[in-house]
């Protein structure tokens, strides 16, 4: 059974930076899709970056391109999410999750049962 543990999050003033962790447990990490989520109060759940199992491919929402970065340490078995040029609308609580689809950059992953969930780690920016 995967359990995901992220970490990274805190308060930062816009235009600063952060690198989000998320750490897996019990499996390889690489055996799975990974997939940021993003989620502040009132708000949808948006996802945000995915990439797919053996890194080769990544996809981001057009409102974080060009400024997230999401990456693979496989002997780590954690996934990052580097976060640039963070503005307040970046404010959330970013969870990472795990799948075992291949659609990372083809098409719209859909979370279902099969997914892991971590629990998130919070994300702050000041203007």
């Known amino acids: 059974q995967l359990r995901l543990v992220e970490s990274g999050g805190g308060l930062v003033h816009s235009g600063g930076s952060l690198r989000l962790s998320c750490v897996g447990f019990g499996n390889r990490l690489d055996y799975y899709e990974v997939y940021w989520f993003r989620q502040a109060p009132g708000r949808e759940r948006e996802g945000v970056a995915c990439?797919?199992?053996?890194?080769?491919?990544?996809s981001y929402a057009d409102s974080v391109r060009g400024r997230f970065t999401v990456s693979r340490d496989v002997a780590d078995n954690t996934v990052y999410l580097q976060i640039n040029s963070l503005n307040p609308e970046d404010t959330a609580l970013y969870t990472c999750a795990a799948d075992l689809p291949d659609v990372c950059g083809k098409s719209e992953y859909v979370p279902s049962r099969s997914t892991f969930w971590g629990r998130g780690t919070q994300v702050t920016v000041s203007s």
């Open positions: 990439i797919s199992k053996n890194g080769g491919r990544t």
